[in-house]
């Protein structure tokens, strides 16, 4: 398959080079809540990449690595000879100052947490901010030694040089972090290097964006049928919606319905979908296919692997019905492209594999149609209200695309998948019912592998165990556990065990991200 590319944007670009910050992420999402396009690149990305993004500025990100150990990640050369901005974070100051002639060290002191600094010199990065800031560090090394030209813009108690900048050249770098939130006044240091240092334009905009892409689509596909994978996730019904603007029926879509959806979501997707905004959908029932494939299979991965086969095979089976579809729509986001884009890199450093990004088989000879593909999810959630989507179906939680498989440890069956989605149902009703819903950033039931005595009216109950999980995260990189109040989670239990026969127990997650992972498989 080939995949065409977005038409080349005309708007300002900042790049942010990744040094494998945890976030990166985080620094290329606040610099587009400032209306300012950002494109993330590994830092080993070739000479030829940077300079067709052409980009006004460039942002280093910070990174896990030691600039005092040998072959670890350094700017790339074209980065200083292109003379446009650039603003150091973390390990991209360290590197920075290492490369311009600058001594790093191994701090006495690893600062983590919260840090009071205080700005010594005028710098148009801390303009219109006072002259001590809290803010957030997470490092081990530090400059000991300016390099040759800079000079010292703030201090921390445990950093003397926390910040500093070029005397001639607009070159800028700071040891903490002001992408995250715990650092007060972060967004305006990251404006100030926008709008003041880069001169950059606020010209990414959702309402021009939406009008863009349906351009986008219909100069791509002209009259041409377009094939879309529809799973009623908020990426495929922001892709189906989109698309359906741009060319109308010559849309057509699948849903393959595996049996592994939440409660009613597989009518919940044909309604939506079919019967209130008229899109040409297929529904495959394949809910026995999947489960005779996953019988007797336990390990989670390979219960991924199966999941994700089977559904390329009905996938395929249903597409090779459609006659004349040149034309294949994913709903691919850009946190997907990043993830898997280790073949942009020297170093290949892939996170995980994404189903979205080159996981369909060779032999479907058909253009890739990704309008979504540089979009965050905040974005896509913004271009589906735009569309008219429902608050209540932009707003679900996040949903892994093996669906219940990996919220049933052990072996899937039948039986296993009817409890979880009745337990389900019940702990997002009652979310719902009690508004805590959207005050937790995700939440779902997970069937364990055991039983459990228990005692219902004067009989003996020996049955399934349900465990109760719900995480708050402002990114999911990391996350707490959510301190639901406790009668909240006694009427739940109560619901949970006195509804479904086949539970005896209840019990509630009260692991934080990291250790834990967020879903338990």
């Not at 205080?118 to 300016?146: A, C, E, P, R, Y």
């Not at 959702?206 to 863009?212: G, R, S, V």
């Not at 165990?465 to 989670?489: C, G, K, N, Q, S």
Request: with cysteine; aromatic share 6%; glycine share 6%.
């Amino acid at each position: 398959m080939t995949n065409l590319s977005i038409n080349e944007k005309t708007v300002d670009t900042i790049l942010v080079l990744d040094f494998g910050s945890q976030y990166t992420q985080l620094i290329a999402r606040r610099v587009r809540e400032s209306n300012v396009y950002s494109e993330i690149l590994p830092w080993d990305i070739s000479e030829e990449r940077i300079r067709s993004i052409n980009p006004k500025g460039i942002i280093l990100s910070g990174g896990p690595d030691s600039v005092t150990n040998s072959y670890t990640p350094r700017i790339p050369q074209i980065a200083f000879d292109l003379n446009i901005p650039l603003l150091g974070i973390c390990y991209g100051m360290q590197t920075l100052a290492e490369q311009m002639g600058g001594q790093v060290v191994s701090a006495d002191h690893k600062e983590f947490g919260h840090s009071e600094l205080t700005v010594s010199t005028d710098s148009i990065l801390f303009s219109d901010l006072d002259k001590t800031l809290n803010v957030w560090m997470s490092h081990g090394d530090q400059v000991q030694d300016l390099p040759d030209g800079f000079e010292l813009v703030a201090s921390t108690a445990t950093a003397p040089i926390a910040a500093m900048q070029h005397i001639s050249k607009p070159i800028y770098a700071i040891q903490f972090h002001p992408e995250v939130t715990h650092t007060e006044d972060g967004k305006t240091v990251l404006d100030n290097f926008l709008f003041k240092i880069c001169k950059v334009h606020a010209d990414w905009k959702m309402d021009n964006l939406i009008a863009q892409r349906i351009n986008e689509i219909k100069e791509q596909v002209g009259n041409n049928k377009v094939l879309l994978g529809l799973s009623g996730g908020v990426d495929s019904s922001v892709t189906a919606a989109l698309l359906h603007e741009a060319i109308g029926n010559k849309l057509v879509c699948v849903f393959v319905d595996n049996g592994l959806l939440r409660k009613g979501e597989a009518e919940e997707v044909m309604n939506t979908f079919k019967e209130n905004m008229s899109l040409n959908v297929i529904k495959a029932d394949s809910e026995e296919v999947f489960l005779r494939h996953l019988k007797g299979v336990e390990d989670p991965e390979q219960k991924r692997k199966i999941i994700g086969r089977t559904f390329i095979d009905v996938f395929d089976s249903e597409a090779t019905k459609i006659k004349d579809v040149h034309f294949l729509a994913q709903g691919t986001i850009y946190p997907d492209v990043i993830e898997s884009s280790g073949s942009e890199s020297k170093e290949a450093r892939v996170i995980k594999s994404h189903h979205n990004v080159g996981g369909l088989p060779e032999e479907m000879k058909m253009d890739l149609v990704e309008p979504l593909r540089d979009l965050f999810k905040d974005e896509v959630r913004r271009m589906g209200v735009e569309l008219g989507l429902s608050a209540e179906m932009l707003n679900r939680h996040p949903f892994p695309g093996p669906g219940l498989g990996v919220r049933i440890l052990g072996e899937i069956t039948k039986e296993k998948t009817s409890i979880l989605k009745e337990a389900d149902h019940i702990f997002i009703q009652e979310l719902i019912k009690a508004d805590l819903y959207n005050k937790v950033s995700q939440a779902f039931a997970v069937h364990l592998p055991v039983k459990s005595v228990g005692v219902v009216g004067d009989e003996r109950r020996y049955a399934e165990v349900i465990a109760l999980r719900a995480v708050e995260t402002v990114d999911f990189m990391t996350a707490r556990w959510a301190h639901l109040p406790y009668e909240f989670l006694e009427h739940v239990s109560n619901r949970i065990v006195n509804e479904i026969e086949d539970v005896s127990r209840v019990v509630y997650d009260i692991s934080s991200k990291p250790p834990a992972t967020i879903e338990w498989e």
